[in-house]
């Protein structure tokens, strides 16, 4: 990707994860249906080969509590900030800064 697609790529992912925790976390039941009906299905093909997994509902627990505080983080040539864990849960979008390994150091 170039350095300008980060920044969409930065929103995309911070609408998709803001999405899907207010669908879990609300009372629309056809989109929670809908979202628990994919989860389920992707769970169900993963407890094929990924052997201890904990039971489903707790998986959709676990992301319903966690969720909220991931941080989504953008880290390359154009970016000045300092590369930091932020938040229990960080996701970082970036080109070549990332690429080459970082050394990230926490809060």
């Known amino acids: 990707m170039r350095t300008q697609d980060h920044n969409h790529i930065v929103t995309l992912i911070d609408e998709f994860k803001d999405d899907v925790h207010r669908i879990l976390k609300g009372e629309d039941s056809r989109q929670r249906e809908s979202l628990i009906s994919d989860l389920k299905e992707a769970y169900d093909d993963l407890v094929h080969t990924q052997v201890g997994l904990p039971p489903f509902e707790e998986i959709i627990e676990k992301i319903k509590f966690y ?26 979008v970036g080109g070549n800064k990332l690429g080459r390994g970082v050394t990230l150091k926490t809060c």
């Open 67 to 92: 969720l909220g505080g991931a941080n989504v983080k953008l880290i390359n040539a154009t970016s000045s900030d300092e590369i930091k864990l932020t938040s229990t849960y960080n996701l970082f």
